[in-house]
């Protein structure tokens, strides 16, 4: 009594087995067979009781095996279909795109500057004619192509600027990395996850010998 059998039969060999589909059972009717099962296949232990359900499903042997998980009487689980989620899939990272690769190249730029001037009486700068340091030409005086302008701020001048424009040479090139998303693909349906299986009858005996606890 208790015990489960495999048929390749369509029925369950009567009167001591019946198929193992989940029946709910009076305990009244069944009062040897509830002492065995309990309730731990279902029922609510007041009128009825449950048989196992083994249809569509396999039979795992109780118990904590050596690096397997435990499994518990009457316990249930797995799935026949299943969906993968964000959390199911392992890390990893998608490519968008490798850096963009600009070759040097000499720019000119249009600058403005301003330059304090020196309050200090008789202190003199030159301002050079190129070389693009500050200001791209200067002004000459009146008594030769070569003398460079003196520029002077007056005695007891405060907060006196010399301000120009010019041009300045930059060289550019650099690597240009591109960061974004890539666009959402698949259609997040089911597969199957179902071993390769032959379905046969499961059979649970309901009658017979009272079984002695080993």
């Not at 435990?70 to 968008?96: C, M, W, Y």
């Not at 600058?111 to 020196?118: C, D, F, I, Q, T």
Request: aromatic fraction near 8%.
């Amino acid at each position: 009594m208790g015990s489960v059998c495999v048929t390749a039969a369509e029925f369950c060999p009567a009167p001591y087995y019946m198929k193992a589909e989940g029946q709910y059972l009076p305990i009244s009717e069944w009062q040897a067979l509830y002492s065995l099962l309990g309730t731990n296949f279902g029922g609510d232990a007041r009128t009825n009781f449950q048989l196992p359900d083994m249809r569509g499903r396999t039979a795992v042997g109780q118990g904590f095996g050596p690096g397997l998980r435990a499994i518990a009487l009457a316990q249930r689980g797995g799935e026949d279909f299943i969906k993968l989620t964000q959390n199911s899939l392992p890390p990893h990272k998608h490519v968008v795109g490798a850096g963009v690769r600009v070759n040097a190249s000499n720019v000119n730029i249009d600058v403005a500057v301003e330059v304090p001037l020196s309050t200090s009486s008789g202190t003199s700068h030159k301002v050079p004619e190129s070389g693009a340091t500050f200001l791209n030409t200067v002004g000459k005086d009146n008594f030769g192509d070569n003398d460079e302008v003196k520029i002077y701020g007056s005695a007891g001048t405060s907060g006196a600027h010399l301000v120009g424009t010019g041009k300045s040479e930059v060289q550019l090139g650099n690597n240009i990395f591109v960061e974004g998303e890539v666009e959402s693909t698949g259609e997040g349906e089911e597969f199957e996850n179902r071993q390769p299986f032959v379905g046969l009858t499961h059979c649970i005996a309901v009658n017979g010998t009272y079984p002695s606890r080993y």
